[in-house]
Each structure stands twice: as C-alpha cells, then as structure tokens.
C-alpha cells in the first residue's frame, strides 16, 4: 500500500507529532505509515484523510493500481 502521508501533511504544515495528536496516533506510528512500514487500520486512515482534508482514495492506495 503507497501513500501520500508525507506529502499532505507538509502541506498543511503538520509535524508527525502533530497529525498524531489529531488523530489519536503517536509519532512514531505516523512515521512508520509514511515510509509504508505500517499499514494502518480502516480507521486510523480514515482519520488521517480527515485531517488531511482529503478522500481515503487520494492519501492511499495499492501500489499497482492508478495513482
């Protein structure tokens, strides 16, 4: 699974720590997300894509399919 994780929250200018604190998460999860390490829950992503102001399509996806 790819993401834009990384992407997103630098634009909205979001530490790690702070996109943990919005959605429940610690940092290290966060990073962990970025690199791809940790695929994380349907609602943890959810979250993410909430704080992100974006759909759950555009922040992840299954590598392979259309980005």
């Known amino acids: 699974m790819r993401?834009?994780?990384?992407e997103l929250r630098a634009r909205h200018n979001y530490t790690q720590s702070d996109l943990g604190k919005l959605v429940g998460a610690t940092r290290q999860t966060i990073g962990m997300i970025e690199k791809g390490d940790y695929a994380p829950s349907v609602l943890l992503a959810l979250k993410i894509a909430k704080a992100l102001r974006?759909?759950?399509?555009?922040?992840?996806?299954?590598e392979g399919e259309d980005e």
């Not at 974006?54 to 299954?62: A, G, M, N, S, Y």
């Open 54 to 62: 974006v759909d759950l399509e555009e922040l992840f996806w299954i």
């Open 3 to 6: 993401n834009k994780v990384k």
